[in-house]
């Protein structure tokens, strides 16, 4: 059964560095998406990306996230200079898009630990 | 006001007994609900997804919507070990973009 998957599954970096995690969706799936969770918080959403731009964004994504979708496989968050704050689990998730918006495939996360 | 709002638990039940979680939300707009399961430092696992009211059988589960009252259920039969984890609601206004999930409860399923 094809699934989402992420890379790295753990990421730790220092206060101001650059990160980038990365997401291989489902092949035939056609919009993505980032969240996040804190750990022992809810699930948040970040960004969804469709036909290579950005749909919506929440007020966490600034102007230290970006997205990409460099090639027909990967799905990139940035962190340009990461803060303590942004230590989480990072969730990439896929949708096909022909049932609704509701079938969403995350991948297993990528925690990152900012020191 | 929160825009989803779920009870965080934790509910501890025996095997076999019938779990109900539920949901709660604000944005009339939302018309597409999804419950995921999610195991201790693990993606969320969809589970169901239904759209506007009515209800959705699989299997063990139920999922059900009163867009009336913005409450939304889900119902586990014949529950298992196996059940234990955090249940997350989702829902969403209807475009492919924002979602917004409740809390999560926590389950445990005491043989």
């Known amino acids: 059964e094809p699934e989402v998957t992420q890379t790295p599954s753990h990421q730790v970096t220092q206060m101001g560095q650059e990160v980038i995690l990365r997401c291989v969706p489902i092949?035939?799936?056609?919009?993505f998406y980032w969240y996040r969770q804190i750990l022992g918080q809810k699930v948040e959403f970040l960004v969804s990306?469709?036909?290579?731009?950005?749909?919506?964004k929440s007020e966490i994504f600034d102007d230290q996230f970006s997205v990409e979708r460099p090639d027909g496989s990967n799905f990139t968050l940035k962190i340009r200079s990461t803060k303590l704050e942004d230590s989480a689990m990072y969730f990439c998730?896929?949708?096909?898009?022909?049932?609704?918006?509701?079938?969403?495939?995350f991948g297993p996360g990528t925690r990152l630990t900012v020191t | 006001q929160k825009e989803v709002e779920q009870d965080p638990g934790p509910l501890s039940v025996p095997e076999g007994a019938i779990v109900s979680l539920n949901c709660t939300y604000s944005n009339s707009a939302f018309q597409y609900f999804m419950w995921y399961r999610q195991y201790s430092r693990k993606g969320p696992e969809l589970l169901m997804y239904?759209?506007?009211?009515g209800n959705k059988e699989d299997g063990r589960f139920t999922a059900q919507v009163d867009k009336s009252s913005k409450y939304i259920s889900l119902f586990i039969r014949d529950s298992q070990p196996s059940d234990s984890a955090t249940y997350l609601c989702a829902m969403s206004a209807g475009n492919f973009n924002k979602f917004y999930f409740g809390s999560g409860t926590k389950l445990n399923v005491k043989p």
């Open positions: 998730a896929s949708s096909k898009g022909d049932r609704g918006p509701g079938e969403q495939y």
């Open positions: 239904t759209y506007s009211s």
């Open positions: 092949s035939n799936h056609l919009y």
């Open positions: 990306f469709y036909n290579n731009e950005i749909s919506e």
